[in-house]
């Protein structure tokens, strides 16, 4: 087991491209979300899914963010038409989904965008 | 609504000083569940402890330990003889029994050898 990983790290674009994260979650972990954190602030919830299905989405994710999770295992975040606002940490977590409330997410290392 | 705060942005401490780190929460729920993590400057948050409404007891593992205080909605973390190594930035988090993680801003620890 090697955690939460995400790709990439680090991320510099130019206003008005589109971009687009990787997360690899721990194996048997049936639930993924996504996360973005500012400087100074602590993570926002973006999305959540259980298996392939997203169920939940944060009014900040704007029509320009889509997140996917095709087979239940990786997910991908993208970001079109980047605005310099969306300069953050993407942070991504999973869990083994048992209790409702009180699973422990696991997050990975994140991947800092930089928008120009 | 849910909602934390943590009034301390940043602390400093001499290292082998006690540190308290103060956590506020809000929430309507009567079945909700309070954590706490570290945010390293390698930036990947990790899990510290994870403590349910139903029970108010204090924890201590090592040189780490927790207050839960209902009366007061205080969830508060206690580092004895601090580390240079305990230098973060520590969340707190309240989570109900629905999907969403509501994160407090963060106290940034400083601690200074």
């Known amino acids: 087991d090697t955690g939460v990983s995400q790709d990439p790290r680090h991320k510099i674009t130019k206003r008005g491209q589109n971009v687009t994260f990787r997360c690899d979650p721990i194996s048997e972990h049936n639930r993924l979300y996504w996360y973005r954190q500012t400087l100074g602030q602590g993570p926002e919830f973006l999305t959540y899914f259980q298996n392939e299905a997203q169920l939940e989405k944060s009014r900040l994710l704007s029509d320009r963010f889509s997140a996917e999770r095709p087979k239940g295992s990786f997910s991908t975040l993208e970001i079109q038409r980047t605005e310099q606002g969306d300069s953050a940490m993407y942070l991504c977590?999973?869990?083994?989904?048992?209790?409702?409330?009180?699973?422990?997410?696991?997050f990975g290392a994140g991947s800092r965008l930089t928008v120009l | 609504a849910q909602k934390v705060t943590q009034a301390q942005t940043e602390i400093s401490v001499v290292e082998k000083e006690d540190v308290t780190l103060d956590c506020v929460y809000e929430t309507r729920d009567t079945t909700y569940y309070l954590f706490w993590y570290k945010q390293p400057p390698s930036g990947e948050l990790v899990f510290l402890i994870r403590r349910n409404s139903f029970d108010e007891q204090n924890e201590i593992s090592g040189r780490y330990s927790w207050n839960f205080q209902k009366s007061t909605s205080s969830f508060n973390f206690t580092i004895t003889a601090s580390q240079v190594v305990d230098s973060a930035v520590y969340f707190c988090a309240l989570r109900n029994t629905g999907n969403q993680f509501y994160f407090g801003t963060g106290t940034s620890l400083t601690v200074i050898p």
């Open positions: 977590a999973s869990s083994l989904g048992i209790v409702p409330g009180a699973n422990v997410l696991t």
